[in-house]
Structures are given as C-alpha cells and as structure tokens.
Nanobody, 122 residues
Framework: QVQLVESGGGLVQAGGSLRLSCAASGRTFSMNAMGWYRQAPGKQRELVAAITSGGNTNYADSVKGRFTISRDIAKNTADLQMNSLKPEDTAVYYC????????????????WGLGTQVTVSS
C-alpha cells in the first residue's frame, strides 16, 4: 500500500500562483508514476499532470505552459507548481500514484490522496 497526503491548497485570485505538495509513504518503491488529478463540481475527474521516475511528464492541454510537475525520488514527494491560475482551475486536486505510467495517465491510478481544495476567484 501507498499513502499519499496533499498540502498547499487554498484560495487565490485569478492570475496568482499556488504550489501543491504530495508526500508519499508505504510501498513507495512501487511508484513508477506520480501525478495530479482534479475534480470540479459537477464534472468528472481529469488528469492534470503526471511524471515518471525518469522525469518524463504529461500535462492536460488546459494547463500546459502554466503548471509544472516535479518529483523528488529520494524524498518520495511530488509537487505541482500552478501559475497564472484561472477560475476554471477551481477544483479538488488529488495526488495519485501507480506502478504503471500508462495506467495512471489513461485509466485509473491505484493510489489516491484525500485531496486538497483549490479555489481561484475572479
């Protein structure tokens, strides 16, 4: 099992920045991939960004150029730097991990954190 704990959410004005952090514990050696999903009210969960242990990344089109995912293998952490935030970025953001990068990106990751709320005011 892998446990994931998010931090760093909050309220920010449009155009502002936030940094989300995710700390992993447990069977972390099985985490080939880590990432962030989000779910806005009334919408399905969607992939925001993903990163492999080798540093390959994948971003949703809506956040490309604004968000950056990073990972510290030694510390078992993954961060999401969010710049130029828009009201449509408002959602609960979930840290995720899986042994399979394609599964994390295209299907449903095995491990999820409880989520952290990000609210962007206009």
């Amino acid at each position: 099992q892998v446990q994931l704990v998010e931090s760093g959410g909050g309220l920010v004005q449009a155009g502002g920045s936030l940094r989300l952090s995710c700390a992993a514990s447990g069977r972390t050696f099985s985490m080939n991939a880590m990432g962030w999903y989000r779910q806005a009210p009334g919408k399905q969960r969607e992939l925001v960004a993903a990163i492999t242990s080798g540093g390959n990344t994948n971003y949703a089109d809506s956040v490309k150029g604004r968000f950056t995912i990073s990972r510290d293998i030694a510390k078992n952490t993954a961060d999401l730097q969010m710049n130029s935030l828009k009201p449509e970025d408002t959602a609960v953001y979930y840290c995720v991990s899986d042994s399979s990068y394609p599964k994390l990106v295209y299907r449903k990751p095995d491990y999820w954190g409880l989520g952290t709320q990000v609210t962007v005011s206009s």
